[in-house]
């Protein structure tokens, strides 16, 4: 499965961006999906992730409440909507697929990467 986000770019703190994620292959309805971030210096970390047919999500605290997590399987899209940004979210973010829900916080469990889209927070 090819991965391709769209969607970064810079913004103010407070603003909001949404990020898409295509996949090249219409089986992207088998593959539960799920976005990570790395900012410089730091470890690539868990943002969201959703089910199939999107019944179920998952957040990392730091996204709850502020970042949804959705999918369009007709258009073989995965999104991630982003609000109330702040710098701490400065990263690249990346989508990733996986056949496997359970421990869907861990980037291990993945099997097919995008290349990444920068986001960038600051006044």
């Known amino acids: 499965v090819h991965l391709v986000e769209s969607g970064g770019g810079s913004v103010l703190p407070g603003g909001s961006l949404r990020l898409s994620c295509v996949a090249s292959?219409?089986?992207?309805?088998?593959?539960?999906m799920g976005w990570f971030r790395q900012a410089p210096g730091k470890e690539r970390e868990f943002v969201a992730a959703?089910?199939?047919?999107?019944?179920?999500?998952n957040y990392a605290h730091s996204a709850r409440d502020r970042f949804t997590i959705s999918r369009d399987n007709a258009k073989n899209t995965l999104y991630l909507e982003m609000r109330d940004l702040n710098p701490e979210d400065t990263a690249i973010y990346f989508c990733?697929?996986?056949?496997?829900?359970?421990?869907?916080?861990?980037?291990?469990?993945?099997?097919?990467w995008g290349q990444g889209t920068q986001v960038t927070v600051s006044s």
């Open positions: 990733a697929s996986t056949r496997s829900y359970g421990e869907n916080w861990s980037a291990q469990v993945y099997e097919y």
């Open positions: 292959e219409r089986t992207f309805s088998n593959y539960h």
């Open positions: 959703i089910s199939l047919s999107g019944t179920f999500t």
